[in-house]
Nanobody, 123 residues
Framework: QVQLVESGGGLVQAGGSLRLSCAVSGGTFRWYGMGWCRQAPGKEREFVAG????????LYADSVKGRFTISRDNAKNTVYLQMNSLKPEDTAVYYC????????????????WGQGTQVTVSS
């Protein structure tokens, strides 16, 4: 059973930065494409970023392109989301997700989920 544990969320002012981490256990990390999704209050969960098993290809939602960077360290079984130039509209619970299939831009394309970490951006 694959387990994902996010960390690194918190409160930050607009324009600031945060780095989220997701530690994966219980499976062969390099087999999984990884992604980050987020869910704001009253809204549906949305895709943020994804990275292939090797790390050679990344995908981003248009709303975060140029500000967020997804990366992975297969030796540490960890995926990261570096978030720069944060905006109040980035406020949400951020979820790490894993997929045994090719990564996609929809939350339903991911199979396993973490519990989430809160990111709050104040104006």
């Amino acid at each position: 059973q694959v387990q994902l544990v996010e960390s690194g969320g918190g409160l930050v002012q607009a324009g600031g930065s945060l780095r989220l981490s997701c530690a994966v256990s219980g499976g062969t990390f390099r087999w999984y494409g990884m992604g980050w999704c987020r869910q704001a209050p009253g809204k549906e969960r949305e895709f943020v970023a994804g990275i292939t098993q090797s790390g050679s290809t990344t995908l981003y939602a248009d709303s975060v392109k140029g500000r967020f960077t997804i990366s992975r360290d297969n030796a540490k079984n960890t995926v990261y989301l570096q978030m720069n130039s944060l905006k109040p509209e980035d406020t949400a619970v951020y979820y790490c997700a894993a997929s045994i299939r090719p990564i996609g831009r929809e939350p339903y394309e991911y199979d396993c989920w973490g519990q989430g970490t809160q990111v709050t951006v104040s104006s």
